[in-house]
C-alpha cells in the first residue's frame, strides 16, 4: 500500500513561520504531480500550491512570496515552508500527489495525506 503522511503544523503567532511535510511512503510506486491544499472551517478546500512533473511551483496568489513548496523525489517527500504567517493561513492543510502502484494500477491515481491543523493566533 501507498500512503501520504504529514507532520508538521501548530499553533503559531502571526507573523511567525512553520514548516509542513509530506511523505509518500509504501515500495514499488512513482509519484507524478504533488500539491498543498487547505481548508479552513465553514469554506471551500483551496489550492496553496503545486509542484508539476518537470518541477515549476505554482502558488495562491494569497500565499505567493510567503510561502515555498520544495520537492525531494529521492526520497519521495513534499515540504511547505510558511513565513510571515496571518491569520487567514488557518486552516487544516492537506498534501496530495498523482501515484501510480507498479504491477497494481495502469494509471495514476489521486491520494491525500491525513492533514495537518495549522493555527495562526495571537
Known amino acids: 500500500q501507498v500512503q501520504l503522511v504529514q507532520s508538521g503544523g501548530g499553533l503559531v503567532q502571526p507573523g511567525g513561520s512553520l514548516r509542513l511535510s509530506c511523505v509518500a511512503s509504501g515500495s514499488a510506486f512513482s509519484v507524478g504531480a504533488m500539491a498543498w491544499y487547505r481548508q479552513a472551517p465553514g469554506k471551500q478546500r483551496e489550492l496553496v500550491a503545486n509542484i508539476t512533473s518537470a518541477g515549476r511551483n505554482n502558488y495562491a496568489d494569497s500565499v505567493q512570496g510567503r510561502f515555498t513548496m520544495s520537492r525531494d523525489n529521492a526520497e519521495n517527500t513534499l515540504s511547505l515552508q510558511m513565513n510571515s504567517l496571518k491569520p487567514e493561513d488557518t486552516a487544516v492543510y492537506y498534501c496530495?500527489?498523482?501515484?501510480?502502484?507498479?504491477?497494481?494500477?495502469?494509471?495514476?491515481?489521486?491520494?491525500w495525506g491525513q492533514g495537518t491543523q495549522v493555527t495562526v493566533s495571537s
Open positions: 496530495s500527489a498523482w501515484i501510480k502502484r507498479f504491477y497494481t494500477d495502469i494509471g495514476y491515481k489521486y491520494y
